[in-house]
Every structure is written in structure tokens, then in C-alpha cells.
């Protein structure tokens, strides 16, 4: 007789949701979303370092219910659940970040990144979105670039800088690419080849990105204090701390160690944000309690995506919405400002 129980059903919808988007995005396509770099041991990590983290909840406050509706970088946002930024969206989806945008609706941020598959001023964003920018060997023709952008509405850039070039990803070149047409790759850029990355980035590029955007600039991928002092006395107006979802240097520490000693640092001299393995509210609420403003979703929006569309990813921010606002009243906040002190 067998005596191991059976696998208990997934009991939400996003529990449910990797499974059933693996089986609506072509494998290769998944193979990308999926990696992690090297082993995969940091990305694997993720989401067990917001579960260790634990409240002290408050009692007694009147409750009356909790309002998410917060800023980001001045951008009214009805929540602090952002989207990240995710290049190969047209890969999931033929509309692409048309579908995502019109997801995630008017009242949520949204990062398009600089490689998407759909022009800025065709985007249909409904709310704030932010340009993710990867700078080019010659970061001068990042110029149009980020003029298309503001022009079509971005209100702040966010520099990545753990990209050099791309983190090895065993088994992705290994899949059958050959039915995916990426011609859209990049179609922001000016007609030819302005190369891949650019590897040699320092803190020069932060203010020279302040200077060309003429918007706020976020740094992404800082996990470190000492580096986020140094992006904000180069001219970043914001952290975004980040490896990358694991994707670029394995047995990079967790997002949730590295928040903790940023927020630390910065004391409150700019806005702090997070992704990685954020995938329930209780994983936002460990965000919030560690001192940040905003925290972004990566995977768990494209697979939304791949899946159902603008619906889908419409359901994931709703999901996700409501789980926050219940931590936030059982933990005794009205905010999610107010979650900063509980841990
Ligand atoms: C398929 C995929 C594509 C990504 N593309 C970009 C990108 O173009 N620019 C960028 O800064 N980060 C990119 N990232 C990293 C995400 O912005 C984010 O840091 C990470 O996915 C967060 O972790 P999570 O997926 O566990 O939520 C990508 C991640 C994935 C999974």
C-alpha cells in the first residue's frame, strides 16, 4: 500500500499558475522565463528568506481597514506591488507588453524593459510606467531610446547595472528556438546595431542617465549599503534592490538579506524597492517590514501573461492586492508605510 499522502491541490490561483502557464508557453520560451543562473541556488532561495521573516503585530489600533494607495518616486500607485521589468513578452503573448499594460490597468507601476517588443508610444499604459534601461557599449545611442520613452509618458528610468552581460543559463540554447520569431527584439532602438551591454558601467553612467533622461533615475540590482550610498551621491534618485531573480551571479545573497542592509544605509534618504520571490502578500508585507517603499513582481507576471493575457495579469495584482490588505489589518496597519516597524 502506498502511504504517502497525496499532493494537497493547490489551494490559490497563483499557486496553481506556474503549472498551468508552463503549459501555455512554448517550452523554449519557458526554459528562458524559468532560469536561474549557474545552479540556480540563489534564485531556488528567493522566496524562503521572505518566509523567515516574522511580525510583531500590533493590537489595539482602531483597525477600520488598510489602504494600500502609496507613492513611488511621486507616482501615485494604488498599491506597492509593481511589475517588473521582463524582456520576451511578446514571446508569451502576441500582444506582448500591450497585454501587460493593459493588466496591470491605471493604478499600478509598471517597468518596461529597454529590450521589449513593442514601441513606447503603442504601449497603452494606463498608469505610471517606468523605462528599464541596459546601456549599449556606446551609451550615447541609449538617447533616443529614453526620449522615446519619456516622451511617450515614462516618468522615471531604472538603470540595471548587475548585467555586464548575461549570467549563464545551463539548458536554454539547448531548446528549439527555431519557431520563435524575436524580429521585434529591441524595437525601440534606432534602426542597426548598437551592440549587446555595456560591461565596463560605473557610477559616471548614473549621472550621465540622470543628465540624459531628465527624469529620476533608479538604480537596479544594488544589494549591497555601500553601493547604494554610492549610486545616490552619483545622482540616482532610488534603489532597486535585486540579483536579477538569480539570473545573473548564483550565490548572490537573497533579496531579503541584501534589504535589510540597504535600507540600513540609505536611512531614509531615498526610496527603497525589491523583487525576487516575491509571491504572495505575506512576501509583500516582509518587504514592507524590512523598509521598502515598493516591491516588484518578475516570473509571476509573465507566466499571468502567457496564460490569460491582460486578464490574467489583471487577477495576479488583484490576488496579490487583497492578500496585502489582509496581512496589513491582521498585523494592526491602516498602511503600508505602518508595516515598516514590524519586524
Ligand atoms: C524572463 C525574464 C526576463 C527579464 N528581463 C529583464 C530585463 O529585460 N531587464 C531587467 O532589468 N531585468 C529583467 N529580468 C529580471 C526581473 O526584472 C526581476 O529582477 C526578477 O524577475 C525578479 O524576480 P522574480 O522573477 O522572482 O519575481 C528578467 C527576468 C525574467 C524572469
Not at 30 to 55: C, D, H, K
Not at 151 to 165: E, F, I, M, N
Not at 184 to 209: C, F, H, I
Not at 303 to 328: H, I, K, P
Amino acid at each position: 500500500m502506498d502511504l504517502e499522502p497525496a499532493p494537497a491541490p493547490p489551494r490559490r490561483w497563483l499557486d496553481a499558475l506556474p503549472d498551468a502557464a508552463k503549459r501555455a508557453i512554448r517550452p523554449a520560451v519557458w526554459a528562458y522565463i524559468q532560469a536561474g543562473a549557474g545552479e540556480g541556488l540563489t534564485a531556488a532561495e528567493a522566496g524562503a528568506a521572505w518566509r523567515e521573516v516574522r511580525f510583531r503585530t500590533r493590537v489595539l489600533r482602531g483597525g477600520g481597514g488598510a489602504d494600500l494607495r502609496t507613492t513611488m518616486l511621486g507616482s501615485q500607485v494604488a498599491s506597492p506591488i509593481g511589475i517588473a521589468p521582463t524582456a520576451m513578452q511578446r514571446a508569451v503573448h502576441p500582444a506582448g507588453e500591450r497585454a501587460m499594460a493593459e493588466g496591470v490597468g491605471a493604478g499600478t507601476l509598471h517597468v518596461v524593459s529597454s529590450n521589449c517588443g513593442t514601441r513606447f508610444d503603442e504601449l497603452g499604459a494606463a498608469g505610471p510606467w517606468w523605462l528599464q534601461a541596459y546601456l549599449p557599449p556606446q551609451r550615447d545611442l541609449f538617447r533616443p531610446v529614453v526620449d522615446a520613452a519619456v516622451a511617450a509618458g515614462a516618468q522615471a528610468v531604472v538603470l540595471t547595472v548587475d548585467t555586464p552581460y548575461p549570467g549563464t543559463k545551463y539548458g536554454v540554447d539547448e531548446e528549439d528556438w527555431s519557431s520563435i520569431d524575436l524580429g521585434w527584439w529591441r524595437t525601440n532602438y534606432p534602426e542597426g546595431d548598437v551592440g549587446d551591454w555595456k560591461t565596463d558601467l560605473t557610477l559616471d553612467d548614473v549621472g550621465w542617465l540622470r543628465e540624459a533622461a531628465g527624469v529620476p533615475v533608479v538604480v537596479k540590482g544594488v544589494l549591497r549599503g555601500d553601493d547604494a550610498l554610492r549610486c545616490l551621491d552619483a545622482g540616482a534618485d532610488a534603489i532597486y534592490v535585486s540579483n536579477h531573480g538569480g539570473r545573473q551571479l548564483d550565490r548572490s545573497i537573497s533579496t531579503a538579506t541584501a534589504l535589510r542592509e540597504v535600507v540600513a544605509s540609505v536611512a531614509g534618504r531615498a526610496e527603497v524597492y525589491v523583487d525576487g520571490g516575491i509571491r504572495s502578500g505575506a512576501d509583500v508585507l516582509a518587504a514592507l517590514a524590512l523598509g521598502a517603499r515598493g516591491v516588484l513582481v518578475g516570473r509571476p507576471a509573465v507566466w499571468a501573461l502567457g496564460l490569460e493575457g491582460a486578464e490574467g495579469v489583471a487577477r495576479l495584482l488583484a490576488d496579490l492586492g487583497s492578500e496585502l490588505t489582509e496581512c496589513l489589518e491582521l498585523a494592526g496597519c491602516s498602511s503600508p508605510a505602518e508595516a515598516a516597524d514590524l519586524p
